[in-house]
């Protein structure tokens, strides 16, 4: 049975959570405190962490942080902050997710179903398997050979070292263009669309290999 650890310094709040997680077959613990937060993710007790970006005795970012340098334990950041910034900020310190208040706790279980899924993934079946020629500028699904264009397969590595990651259109842009040319977003998406499809045309489920994180960026979609 998997362990979550609620970091939340609401009572009633993290109860909530709590049972929902607990009807859905998790275990749960709780705490309030930054500092005894870091030091139960270093218990490698648990199998994901939601934690709340304000918290009485410190930061969540700095708790986040904190984690990272030891652990790949998954994150499911909490927050009432919804300024693009500060989702970036989250991402970009190792958080795997990002819920805003108010929520749904049935939305909390299955973003955490979802972000356990992403860490521990079955073996993919060779029908849905996702391979890259490097050579040839090809993805290959199964029995499929796509061929993509010089962007379009830089992309798609970029997105498939760290399948479920959130990657933003700047860091996309970073990743791709060496040579530091100005493009804009609407650039990247356009890649992005193109290559979304090619990849869906490809699929035996017709499985969308590219999910969008609204506001935020872009992320590759196992099986």
């Known amino acids: 049975m998997s362990r979550i650890l609620i970091v939340e310094d609401e009572p009633r709040l993290a109860q909530l959570v709590a049972d929902y997680l607990n009807h859905a077959h998790f275990e749960t613990e709780q705490t309030d405190s930054a500092n005894a937060a870091i030091e139960l993710a270093q218990s490698n007790r648990f199998d994901a962490m939601l934690l709340d970006l304000m918290l009485p005795d410190g930061d969540g970012m700095e708790v986040c942080k904190a984690v990272r340098k030891h652990s790949n334990l998954p994150i499911l950041m909490i927050t009432a902050k919804v300024d693009e910034v500060d989702r970036l900020l989250g991402l970009e310190l190792g958080a795997d997710d990002y819920i805003c ?41 199964g029995s499929y050979h796509i061929s993509l264009t ?8 970029t997105l498939a070292r760290h399948p479920g990651r959130i990657w933003s259109r700047d860091q996309l842009m970073d990743e791709i263009y060496n040579d530091h040319r100005v493009v804009s977003d ?7 669309r193109k290559l979304r499809k090619k990849l869906t045309d ?3 489920d017709a499985h969308d290999w590219i999910g969008s994180v609204y506001g935020v960026g872009y992320r590759l979609e196992t099986p």
């Open 101 to 141: 208040k108010p929520f749904s706790p049935r939305e909390v279980v299955a973003r955490v179903k979802a972000v356990l899924r992403r860490a521990h993934p079955e073996p993919a079946q060779d029908a849905l398997a996702l391979s890259l020629d490097e050579d040839r500028f090809e993805a290959c699904i």
């Open 150 to 157: 010089a962007i379009e397969f830089a992309l798609l590595q």
């Open 186 to 192: 609407r650039t990247i998406d356009s890649h992005i």
């Open 202 to 204: 490809h699929s035996d």
